[in-house]
Every structure is written in structure tokens, then in C-alpha cells.
T-cell receptor
Framework: GDSVTQMEGPVTLSEEAFLTINCTYT??????LFWYVQYPGEGLQLLLK?????DKGSNKGFEATYRKETTSFHLEKGSVQVSDSAVYFC???????????FGTGTSLTVIP | DTGVSQNPRHKITKRGQNVTFRCDPI?????LYWYRQTLGQGPEFLTY????????KSRLLSDRFSAERPKGSFSTLEIQRTEQGDSAMYLC????????????FGNGTRLTVT
């Protein structure tokens, strides 16, 4: 079945460090891939997306490239800030988009 | 675009009671989804609507759970005879049709069953 696997956390980084959160997927069709971010006490917010192979999604300094050959969609940021502390979820949708599949989330804490 | 709105934000109830949550989606969106999220986990799909039609329900969804979306606008999720295991964050999301369209989430309703 369709699923998403993302690296477990928690991840703790110093401000201005490089961030990578790994995400791999299994899908029977041609999925669209998403990263969502969740701040404490809030719902999930779309961070970026990519809809086909080799697409790069980017937003707020975060990037992720849809890699079909490795079935991956790793999230990266070159220099994290304290305000990036949150839980990050990788997700996919397939076909008609009637269902989204989410990873278990990776908690990121950035310390000054 | 006022975003997805959920009410109440928090609900504490005693085991065995019924609860109802409301979700107001983004008005232009024709799809509405309900998810459940427990601590340390990603959102778990419960059900979704296309306009007023409920098109899919999770096989894990107990028959104590029911959702409606009259007139294809707001939606309600009712849990009957609540159990402690129902304690979770209930998230509502809406979107346009199509796998390219991202979900837009509300801030959720946190249910605590005592």
C-alpha cells in the first residue's frame, strides 16, 4: 500500500546549522509529495510540495526534490533559525487525491 | 480566504457521553477531510466528503463515529458513547479536487475523555 517513512526525531540543532530530514515513500501510482509543518497547539501548515519527478519544492528557505529513482523527498534548509522549531510531516497523495498519507513526524528544536 | 475553522478548540467529556465537533472549510473548496492525530503520530485519515457526499471512510473508523456535511458547506463529526481511547486531536482539512491540491488544515479540536 501507499505509505511514507520519515526519519525519527527528535532532532536538535544549533542556530544556522544545516538541516536534513529524510523522507521515503511507497506508492502504487504517481504521487504528489508534500511537507507540512506543525507548530505547538496549531494545525498543520503546508510548507512545500512537488507534483512530479525532479520537481523541487521550496518555501521559506526550505527545499525538497522529488526523486523517483530513490523514492525520496528529503527536506533541507541551509541555515535553521530558532523559529523553525516545530514538527515536520512528509505526506503523499495519489491518483484522485482522495486520501493523503502522512509520516509520523520529525520534531525539530533549534537552540540559539 | 479566512482559512479552515474548527470549534471548539478543546473539549473535555466524561466517558459514555456524546460529543460533536464542527468544521467550516475554505468556502471555495469542494473536498473536506477529517483526520485524527495522537501524540507523536501523524494525522490518521477518518473520512472525506466531496461536496455533500461522503465518499470514503476509514475501515478503522468505529460505527460510533459519524460525519455529515449538509449542503456541502460546514461539516460535523459526532462521536457517540465516547471512550478514553477517543482522546486525540481531531483535525479538519479542505482542498480542491485533485492529488496536486494540498490540504489546508484547521487548528483542530482537542478531545479529552475522562
Amino acid at each position: 500500500g501507499d505509505s511514507v517513512t520519515q526519519m525519527e526525531g527528535p532532532v536538535t540543532l544549533s542556530e544556522e546549522a544545516f538541516l536534513t530530514i529524510n523522507c521515503t515513500y511507497t506508492a502504487t501510482g504517481y504521487p504528489s509529495l508534500f511537507w507540512y509543518v506543525q507548530y505547538p497547539g496549531e494545525g498543520l501548515q503546508l510548507l512545500l510540495k512537488a507534483t512530479k519527478a525532479d520537481d523541487k519544492g521550496s518555501n521559506k528557505g526550505f527545499e525538497a526534490t522529488y526523486r523517483k529513482e530513490t523514492t525520496s523527498f528529503h527536506l533541507e534548509k541551509g541555515s535553521v533559525q530558532v523559529s523553525d522549531s516545530a514538527v515536520y510531516f512528509c505526506a503523499l497523495s495519489v491518483n484522485t487525491g482522495n486520501q493523503f498519507y502522512f509520516g509520523t513526524g520529525t520534531s525539530l528544536t533549534v537552540i540559539p | 480566504d479566512t482559512g479552515v475553522s474548527q470549534n471548539p478548540r478543546h473539549k473535555i467529556t466524561k466517558r459514555g457521553q456524546n460529543v460533536t465537533f464542527r468544521c467550516d472549510p475554505i468556502s471555495e473548496h469542494n473536498r473536506l477531510y477529517w483526520y485524527r492525530q495522537t501524540l507523536g503520530q501523524g494525522p490518521e485519515f477518518l473520512t472525506y466528503f466531496q461536496n455533500e457526499a461522503q465518499l470514503e471512510k476509514s475501515r478503522l473508523l468505529s460505527d460510533r463515529f459519524s460525519a455529515e456535511r449538509p449542503k456541502g458547506s460546514f461539516s460535523t463529526l459526532e462521536i457517540q458513547r465516547t471512550e478514553q481511547g477517543d482522546s486525540a486531536m481531531y483535525l479538519c482539512a479542505s482542498s480542491f479536487t485533485g492529488s496536486n491540491s494540498p490540504l489546508h488544515f484547521g487548528n483542530g479540536t482537542r478531545l479529552t475523555v475522562t
